[in-house]
Nanobody, 115 residues
Framework: QVRVVESGGDLVQPVGSLRLSCRASGIDFSIFTVEWYRQAPGNQREWVAS????????MYADSVTGRFTISRDNAKITAYLQMNSLKTDDTAVYYC????????WGQGTQVTVSS
């Protein structure tokens, strides 16, 4: 059974940091590209960052470039999103997507940035 599970969401103050995790079991994680998306209330889901299956290539949305870092540890079947200098606009449910020719989504983890 395939499971994609995000964790690490929390309430954090502006300029704070969080690290999200995405653990994908039941698949050969090492051949999947991993992407993070987020969806704020009333907004469409938006792409945040991507990492290639080997971890050598990463891409970021302009809104998070320089503040967020995506990484992965294939031995731990887990991808990460390190989020620094958080802003209130970063408040959203964050989703992980694992994809090759098939796509798997997690259920999301809530990140709230508020003072």
């Amino acid at each position: 059974q395939v499971r994609v599970v995000e964790s690490g969401g929390d309430l954090v103050q502006p300029v704070g940091s969080l690290r999200l995790s995405c653990r994908a079991s039941g698949i050969d994680f090492s051949i999947f590209t991993v992407e993070w998306y987020r969806q704020a209330p009333g907004n469409q889901r938006e792409w945040v960052a991507s990492i290639s299956f080997g971890g050598r290539s990463t891409m970021y949305a302009d809104s998070v470039t320089g503040r967020f870092t995506i990484s992965r540890d294939n031995a731990k079947i887990t991808a990460y999103l390190q989020m620094n200098s958080l802003k209130t606009d970063d408040t959203a449910v964050y989703y992980c997507k694992a994809l090759t020719q098939t796509t798997y989504w997690g259920q999301g983890t809530q990140v709230t940035v508020s003072s």
